[in-house]
């Protein structure tokens, strides 16, 4: 059964208020920003292997997420930039591989782990390298996309057909 428009905008709606309350969460412990980073709300960067309207919703949750959190505007776009890129890589690699399922978190971990840094060094101009930024975003990442995100796709993989239709 084909989804609506209603239904597609509803569903993407929804990602993008749970990547917004789980990234609050996280910020809530000082874990959403910053050189260490640890944004659960990273680890629904897998559901494009379930639905593409995910992808919209990620970038919109993480956009918002941003702009709550006081990332300054270099930061909402590029932050933002690479967690779209993130889940359309994990999009792609799930279409060409889809027995794969275990790729689904390297893309966003990738795009994270060269973006963010990026952005922490010259928008924020933090105290560090960008070797050190980019091991410190990139170990939250692993534990936000790698091993969160592999939970949520083992979770998700049962209900797949009714959430996701």
Known sequence: MKK????MLTQGAAIAALYVVLTLIANAFGLANYAIQVRFSEALTILPIFTPIAIPGLFVGCII???????LPLDVVFGSIATL???LGTYFLSKKFPE???LA???????NTIIVPLVLAYVYQFEGSIPYFMLTVGIGEIISCGILGMILIKAL?????KLFE
Request: net charge positive; glycine share 6%.
């Open 65 to 71: 997420s941003n702009i709550l959190t006081g990332a």
């Open 85 to 87: 890129l993130g889940a």
């Open 105 to 111: 978190p390297i893309p966003p971990i990738v795009a």
């Open 157 to 161: 993989e049962k209900y797949k057909d």
């Open 100 to 102: 794969k399922k275990w």
């Open 4 to 7: 609506s428009n209603a239904q």
